[in-house]
């Protein structure tokens, strides 16, 4: 679809070759040229514009883009593959569905760790011995210099000698979560396999279609300053990468050698095409690494050419400045020195050095695509300092069974139908109106969600359905302001506008903690944690966007319009309740605390037992399957829950470049040792081989032989993250609380953090007390736990800061009940509203999605008592029950001067 109708008659005998080439691999055929044959369309693209088999290469750009228009690229290679890039890059469009929905793409990466210690041990050899050249010279400053680099090679020998592929694992595992999860919201999995292998698991990506993305992602980045050799330029017959000794200044008698490598820097003009090769003696050992970059980003400063910028750290800049003026002096004998910057081994460039360069920073030119600098600048951000081996490259199936997507689907619309139900039922008009709203806050979501390159799972669905719940808050909030300035008389016209400005305070300061505790988790977290922070921000931006102008302004029209005759909906309470809550303040506080202090020690008397294999690690197998017919992954985790094993996936995968289809399951670790190191493994396939056998391959053989590997698992949720994640919580919550004292008053600032910890605490405790494990989906949960809790104790204080002001005389108490009754409709309907979405993805969901709904019943049941119970108390406690210092969060009233029809 997306070839040129002019280039369509040309590109027909091109198609009609990528097919024959795709079938030809199927077909098998040892009397067809292997390289005349290919697993994918892609691939059989790419081969035939290389001129993989044919007799020439074929230029691609001319059939799907206009040349004019297109990334001006003079190398056909190249050019080539740009065009099937930018192809593959359009037919997947922004928004990824997860490993769940889709599957994508698995790999082992192996560390090679023999390389890493010889390269960490060469490292202290070299160091030693320029230690000793500045002790002989009598160089004190070098000496210094030369020491420090020393004691650092030789803490990093020590770690990977004394820690091995572990230690180089935990690195790798990060450098890689940075690498693909930069705004935390792709969804991979990574985690460790045995001792010095990591796996990870891409959703939607293709590696027959795109096999660029391992090479990117597995590439060390190993950054290089060195010196050029002024004096002497290679000659022609010299090979790249071979070494020679040279004297530092063959002008001077005794001058020291040094070793050097013959590496060629190769240019290309972008306006012409014309290519250029330069050939230089870089000295061998480099005089400062990657290590000095605080920061890298891509650039094209004069519009044609890419380049890669980088920033110097304080101490880099430092380092650098010496080097360029240690050059720059040199320039004195009358030649001009160069420092070369080696990526990889390769010479990206030898710019020349004529004065010292002090601060700022560096940059990367070269033969660069706009893809290839950003990639460059992304992986010159979090670079690795060994070699990586790729194993396996498999294409893996959805994580989630069908019948378990369907059940989460129809979950997750229930959900969003009962909120509709609910809204349109109770407000009429404007409730119908909040509805388009929320349809409208959902698309710019999404779009801001396309942006940052989200994958879409099935819990996200679920995140994002409670979003929308907690959404329609900011609504329900107006209506009900709006609702009390109908009951004193007020037009409708007038009472809508006098409601908005009320709640408008209210709306703001509940979104402006929320946004701190945003940002928090973003400038703070990793990963998920930092990903849930990012599309918070989003939420709150456009929830205030569609509340406060796309509902008002349909509001208003149709109030002008006479289309809305009553449109704020029917009453909960009377306005004249009174419910003395203090009275019962003590008494919920106890059994509240007891119920936590219960669930934390059952949680502490379960230890490991409580946790699941994302946070445990599990252990694996694969398992030959038949081709007769199709495998119902559903059924093998039935098969797996039976034995008491609910926490078990089961997927399809197929070995990238042909190969025979497997079934990997992955379950729990086995806890009886007595059953062997991975006996719930040979139970599940044993129960598979009785109940399912048309489902293997070698359903005859014994169940060891079944089982083609077995092998140990890490954690998914990595260590790192489980530690940002509680320190990003409880910074959070000591955010929210010196927040809200600077924002309304010290006692309540105490309160809100004491509620939202207790909703957190509680929340667990009852997740715990029920039977719940926890998996990588919880923290996601908790998280939104502490947004709900958040919102609803910062309006119950804006009513007490507005009472505080209106009620001069009354006393504490009295205030208090005032605000927690006035606002007591609200909080139900709101919590109702959240609670009917959680009670739909328990009841109908499936795996994580169900886990998302039964937190939220927790969390919407335990926010709404302790926004009643436990703030305002702890507020009142706080002050000894009495209004002085209290009255210094009040706030001035909002009057009108036009109201005086009746509605």
Known sequence: EHVRPESQEDFNKIHAEALARVQAFGLKDANIPEDRKASTYYQALRDIGAGRGRAEPVDLLPFFFNPETFVKEPELLKRNTLVLKELLRRSQGR???????????????????ETAVADATKAVSDARAQVGAREAAGDTKGLAEATTRLQRAERTLE??????????????????????????????VIRPVGKDVLEIQLPGEDAANNPDVIDVLKKPAKLEFRLVYRYQRPTAGELDHTFRSLPDNPRQLDSPASLYEVLTERNTDRRTGKVTLQTYYVRKRAEATGAIISAARPGIPDGFSWQVNMDFTSEGAERFGELTTKIAQQNADGTLGQMAIVLDGELQSAPTVRNPIIGGGAMISGSFTAEEAKELADVLNNPLEFPLRTQDVTAVGPSLAKDAQDKSVVASSVAVGLIIVFMVGFYLWGGFISVVGMVFNLVMMLGAMAYFGATITLPGVAALVLTLGMAVDANILIFERVREE????????????????????????????????????????????????????????????????????????????????????????????????????????????????????????????????????????????????????????????????????????????????????????????????????????????????????????AVEKIMLSREAVGASVSGELRENAIYSVLLALLGIGIYVSLRFEAGFGVAAFVATLHDV????????????????????AILLIIGYSVN??????????????????????????????????????????????AISLWAFGAG????????????????????????????????GGKREGADAADRAPVHSWEADSKN
């Open 848 to 879: 994580d999605v169900r886990l998302y709904g039964e937190v939220f019943i927790y969390g919407v049941l335990t926010g709404t008592f302790s926004s009643v119970f436990i703030a305002s108390p702890v507020f009142y406690w706080w002050h």
């Open 159 to 188: 770690e990977r000698t004394e820690r091995g592929g572990e230690g180089l694992i935990d690195q790798t595992s990060r450098v890689m979560d940075k690498r693909i999860n930069a705004f935390g919201v792709a969804e991979p």
């Open 95 to 113: 928004l990824k569905l997860g490993l769940d929905l889709q599957g994508g793409v698995s790999f082992t990466l192996k560390i090679d760790t």
């Open 486 to 701: 109908l009951r004193v008389g007020k037009d409708a016209a007038v009472s809508l506008r006098e409601g908005y400005d009320r709640a408008m305070l209210t709306i703001i300061d509940a979104n402006l903690t929320h946004l701190l505790v945003a940002l928090i988790l973003v400038f703070m977290g990793t990963g998920p944690v930092r990903g849930f922070g990012v599309t918070l921000i989003i939420g709150i931006f456009t929830t205030l966007l569609s509340t406060l102008v796309t509902c008002r302004g349909l509001q208003e029209i149709s109030i002008t319009r006479g289309i809305m005759t009553r449109m704020f909906g029917l009453p909960v309470f009377r306005h004249d309740l009174n419910i003395q809550f203090l009275r019962y303040a003590k008494v919920a506080l106890i059994v509240s605390w007891s119920v936590v202090a219960v669930g934390v020690a059952e949680l502490a008397y379960k230890g490991q037992n409580a946790f699941g294999k994302d946070f445990r690690g599990g252990e694996s197998t694969l398992v030959a399957i038949s081709t007769a017919g199709t495998i119902d992954t559903g059924k093998v985790q039935e098969v797996a829950a039976a034995l008491g094993m609910p926490d078990t996936t089961a997927t399809i995968q197929m070995p990238v470049g042909g190969g025979d289809p497997t079934l990997r399951i992955e379950t729990e670790l086995t806890k009886d040792k007595s059953k062997g190191d991975f006996g719930n493994l040979t139970a599940i396939v044993s129960a598979l081989k009785d109940k399912h056998p048309e489902y293997l391959r070698d359903k005859d053989l």
């Open 761 to 780: 605490l509680m929340t667990i405790a009852l997740f715990v007390f029920f039977g719940g494990q926890f998996n990588a989906a919880m923290i996601a």
């Open 792 to 837: 609803d104790t910062i309006v119950v204080f804006d009513r007490i800061r507005e009472e505080l002001r209106e009620n001069p005389g009354r006393t504490l108490a009295d205030v208090i009940h005032i605000a927690i009754n006035r606002t007591l409709s609200r909080t139900i309907l709101t919590s109702l509203t959240v609670l009917l979405s």
